[in-house]
């Protein structure tokens, strides 16, 4: 089992530096951030982007792999997106994961003017988005017209450090989504089920996860692709249990027993930030950052 973190980009770079440096001296595998222009409780606070915090983090940095948990179509276009992939892979040295998913109807949805998408538009431009990105960050030249996005003898040349690609991490519960993540990704990201997030209990979640990944498995074998070989990635903090797993050593170790029996191979637990729903102790983060892996074995 994996352990990794979630920095959101809420710190000036100054105090941001720290933070990603920090997570590479706790032996975490990866440092993730949101990929959203602002986000619910921390709408009205600061909030920098993810791209290029991404790409100062590749500069203070050696070893950890980076990445977005998740950047969606919603603000974003493929084949711009596509370029700034290509230049952070190569920055980094090859330790970026795109985190990707079809995002929800919040702030992201509307900020630029828009009408938010109806779930089965946010699909339809889900699976655009991806097929479009696979061809983008593997071919040097290309050109494609579909409902929702378009390109032009697109070029990204030298394309990725990466090969073929760097890889996706797709976020999914749905049909149409776990396909993509079959056909497409290199892992698969759940936050567990949202429905239990105010209401479920620790067990309800557990199996609503051992679920999502049954289906997983389904979507893999109808086009001939073992699951095994496809990362599974939960980000915590979404589940009925919530912060509860980082009280403790023990608590986290217990929660993560659950989750990695069912099959989950990486668990990203939030850097705590104070007065939030991300709060936690640093010196129990820290002892988990460096304890527990060890101790699930």
Same mark, same amino acid.
């Given at each position: 089992m994996r !352990?990794?973190?979630?920095?959101l980009p809420?710190h000036r770079? =100054?105090? $941001?530096?720290?933070v990603?440096?920090?997570?590479?001296? *706790?032996g975490f595998?990866a440092?993730? #951030?949101?990929d959203?222009? @602002?986000?619910?409780?921390?709408r009205?606070g600061?909030?920098f982007?993810?791209?290029? #915090?991404?790409t100062?983090?590749a500069?203070?940095t050696r @070893?950890?792999?980076?990445?977005? !948990?998740?950047t969606?179509p919603?603000?974003?276009h493929? %084949?711009t997106l596509?370029?700034?992939?290509?230049?952070?892979?190569?920055?980094?040295?090859?330790r970026v994961t795109?985190?990707?998913g079809?995002?929800?109807?919040?702030?992201?949805a509307?900020?630029l003017g828009?009408?938010?998408?109806s779930?089965g538009?946010r =699909?339809? &431009?889900f699976?655009?988005? %991806?097929t479009?990105l696979?061809?983008?960050?593997?071919?040097? =030249?290309?050109?494609?017209?579909?409902?929702h996005?378009s390109?032009?003898?697109?070029r990204?040349?030298p $394309?990725? +450090?990466?090969?073929p &690609?760097?890889?996706f991490a797709? =976020?999914a519960t749905?049909?149409r989504? !776990?396909?993509?993540? /079959?056909?497409? $990704?290199q892992?698969?990201?759940?936050? $567990?089920?949202?429905?239990l997030?105010?209401?479920g209990?620790?067990?309800?979640?557990v *199996? /609503?996860v051992?679920?999502?990944?049954g289906?997983l498995?389904e979507a893999c /074998?109808e086009i001939?692709?073992?699951?095994t070989? *496809?990362?599974?990635?939960?980000? #915590?903090?979404f589940t009925p249990d919530r912060?509860r797993p *980082?009280? @403790?050593v023990?608590?986290f +170790?217990?929660?993560?027993? &659950?989750?990695?029996? !069912?099959?989950i191979?990486?668990?990203?637990?939030?850097?705590?930030?104070?007065d939030?729903d991300f709060?936690?102790?640093?010196a129990?983060?820290?002892k988990i950052?460096t304890?527990? %892996?060890a101790?699930?074995?």
């Amino acid at each position: 089992m994996r !352990l990794s973190t979630v920095i959101l980009p809420i710190h000036r770079w =100054a105090k $941001g530096r720290r933070v990603w440096e920090g997570a590479e001296e *706790l032996g975490f595998h990866a440092a993730y #951030t949101y990929d959203h222009l @602002s986000w619910r409780s921390f709408r009205d606070g600061p909030w920098f982007g993810a791209i290029p #915090t991404l790409t100062a983090a590749a500069a203070v940095t050696r @070893s950890m792999r980076l990445g977005t !948990l998740v950047t969606s179509p919603n603000f974003r276009h493929p %084949v711009t997106l596509a370029k700034e992939l290509i230049s952070l892979d190569d920055i980094s040295g090859g330790r970026v994961t795109l985190g990707i998913g079809a995002g929800g109807a919040g702030f992201d949805a509307t900020v630029l003017g828009q009408e938010a998408w109806s779930p089965g538009e946010r =699909a339809d &431009r889900f699976a655009e988005f %991806v097929t479009l990105l696979d061809r983008l960050l593997t071919e040097d =030249a290309v050109s494609y017209a579909g409902e929702h996005y378009s390109a032009d003898e697109a070029r990204n040349i030298p $394309g990725c +450090v990466q090969e073929p &690609r760097l890889p996706f991490a797709v =976020a999914a519960t749905g049909p149409r989504g !776990l396909k993509l993540a /079959a056909r497409y $990704g290199q892992a698969w990201v759940t936050t $567990g089920d949202p429905k239990l997030f105010e209401t479920g209990t620790p067990e309800q979640s557990v *199996l /609503a996860v051992e679920r999502q990944i049954g289906r997983l498995t389904e979507a893999c /074998a109808e086009i001939g692709r073992d699951v095994t070989g *496809l990362g599974k990635i939960m980000l #915590t903090g979404f589940t009925p249990d919530r912060a509860r797993p *980082l009280d @403790s050593v023990d608590a986290f +170790v217990d929660f993560a027993g &659950r989750y990695t029996a !069912l099959g989950i191979t990486e668990l990203v637990i939030h850097w705590p930030i104070a007065d939030s729903d991300f709060a936690a102790d640093q010196a129990v983060f820290e002892k988990i950052a460096t304890e527990a %892996v060890a101790q699930l074995g």
